[in-house]
Structures are given as structure tokens and as C-alpha cells.
């Protein structure tokens, strides 16, 4: 499987489900893209024959705003079929604005409201240590999402509790919908911040699958405390009048931009 060929199709599956519901999030989806992609391709135990196996891992989207990734890539690793992607956000459509786990097969927590996600990602770990499951956790946060003070409630129980089978992503991309993190609400050294919350630390390149690769093994190799993964990116990514732009938070392309955008991920596919 090559990684870099099937991002480039969850990122078209992106922009072509945002245009035709006329509204969604790309910035933040495309940005996470790579993550999400080796999660479910290589690092994750799930099958999507059977997406409630107890002994799976369990993925939260805790911006689940980004509900475009976790859909483009459920889809593309067979757990729905992609026909369904064009109806995002359509009235009786099951993929709705944010997740929703009693619709969609291979979502385990429904998600939207900014910190709840990584709240419940620490429970599903906590939970999956008392049962002595070797199942594990990951979740994903937008770096603005870390504004919130529930979130530091939520790993401060996850060093508390010795949580190494929780694995936290961090999509850095500096934006958020109102312009840059540090502007809106500056959450300063996230590297000193987590550390000091008793978490085990790694930055990468979160469009390096080397890097990424690396990181989670790093992450599987760490016991007694939770492994925080701050993945820098680019907000847009792969879509070169969308990269760095905040206005791209929750804007839906026209034709014309659409065509722009699916023209130039075909290129990068070759």
C-alpha cells in the first residue's frame, strides 16, 4: 500500500464532499490527513467486518468539526461505501456536520463540542486497563481545540492514571477560524505544557510518514504514562490556495475552485 498515493484520494474525497454539501471544514481535514491515513491503514487493530470488535482500537476525533477526514478515510478502507460521501451534511444522510457513532460503522464516540473528545478517549483508556484489554487508544486535537480547560482536566487524569495505552495527536496546524492560535488565545510551548501535565512528548512532521511511523512506535514503546504526539502540518495541505489560510476553517470551494483543487491532487498522485 502506498501511503502518499491513497492521502492524495482521501484529500479529493475532502474537497468533493465539502463542495457538494456546500459547507464543511476543509482546513483542518486536509490537514490531518496524513495521521489519520497511517492510523487506519497500518498502526490501528480494526476491521470494517467488524467494526464493534471489543478487542478493537478505538479512534476519537476530538475536533470533530474534521468529521470529512474520518469519513474520506472510513470510506476509503471499506468500512462504508464512498458512494455515500457526496450526501455530508444532507438531511437522513448519516454523515453529519460532526460524528455520529450510532450512524456511521468504525466511529466509536460521537464528537463535536471542542474537548469532550480527548475526555472521552480517556475513558475508553481507562476503561480498557480495568478490563486488562490490550485495545488502545488514539485521539486527535486541533491545537485550537487546546484553548479549552477541560482538555488539560483530561490529561492530567490520563499521567494521573498512568494511561499508556492513550495516545494523543496533536494536528498543529497554528490556525483556527478566527486567524492564528497565538493571536486568538496563545497556548504557548506545547512541547514544556504537555510534559508538565506528565505526558511522554514527541514533535514530528506530520506529513512525514517516516516521522509518523517513528512516533508511534516511540508511542507503543512508552509505559506508565500517555504519549502525546504534536504533529506539525499546514492547515489546507495538498491544496495550494487553501495551505495557511485560516478563511479555509469552514469554507465550502465553488466549481471553479473544486476543478483548481482535484486537478492539482492529480497531479501529485502521479
Known amino acids: 500500500m502506498n501511503l502518499n498515493s491513497t492521502a492524495t484520494e482521501i484529500r479529493k474525497s ?7 454539501a456546500k459547507s464543511g471544514h476543509p482546513g483542518g481535514s486536509l490537514s490531518a490527513v496524513d495521521v489519520v491515513n497511517y492510523l487506519y491503514a497500518k498502526e490501528m487493530n480494526v476491521d470494517p467486518k467488524s467494526p ?8 476519537v476525533l476530538s475536533k470533530g468539526h474534521a468529521a470529512p477526514v474520518l469519513y474520506a478515510t472510513l470510506a476509503e478502507y471499506g468500512f462504508f461505501d464512498k458512494a455515500l460521501l457526496p450526501t455530508l451534511r444532507k438531511l ?6 460532526h460524528p455520529d457513532s450510532n450512524k456511521v460503522p468504525g466511529i466509536d464516540v460521537s464528537t463535536g463540542s471542542l474537548g469532550q473528545g480527548i475526555s472521552n478517549a480517556v475513558g475508553l483508556a481507562l476503561g480498557t486497563k480495568m478490563d486488562d484489554s490490550s485495545a ?23 499521567a494521573h492514571y498512568k494511561l499508556d495505552n492513550l495516545v494523543a495527536v496533536i494536528d498543529s496546524n ?9 493571536d486568538v488565545m496563545d497556548v504557548g510551548c506545547l512541547v514544556d505544557k504537555f510534559k508538565s501535565f ?4 514527541i514533535e514530528i512532521n506530520g ?21 502525546v504526539i504534536i504533529a ?20 465550502a470551494p465553488s466549481e471553479e475552485q473544486l476543478n483548481i483543487a482535484l486537478e492539482e491532487l492529480a497531479k501529485e498522485a502521479k
Open 174 to 182: 497554528g490556525l483556527q477560524i478566527d486567524g492564528n492560535i497565538e
Open 52 to 59: 464493534k470488535d471489543p478487542n478493537r482500537d478505538r479512534f
Open 198 to 201: 506528565g505526558s511522554h512528548v
Open 136 to 158: 488502545r487508544i488514539y485521539a486527535l486535537l486541533g491545537d485550537g481545540e487546546l484553548q479549552e480547560g477541560l482538555v488539560w482536566e483530561a490529561f492530567m487524569s490520563a
Open 232 to 251: 506539525n502540518t499546514i492547515k489546507g495541505k495538498g491544496v495550494a490556495f487553501m495551505e495557511g489560510q485560516a478563511g479555509w476553517h469552514g469554507n
Open 92 to 97: 437522513d444522510s448519516p454523515l453529519q456536520g
Open 207 to 227: 506529513h512525514n510518514y517516516e516521522e509518523i511511523v517513528a512516533a508511534f512506535d516511540e508511542a507503543k514503546a512508552t509505559k506508565e504514562k500517555p504519549t
Open 14 to 20: 475532502i474537497v468533493n464532499m465539502i463542495y457538494h
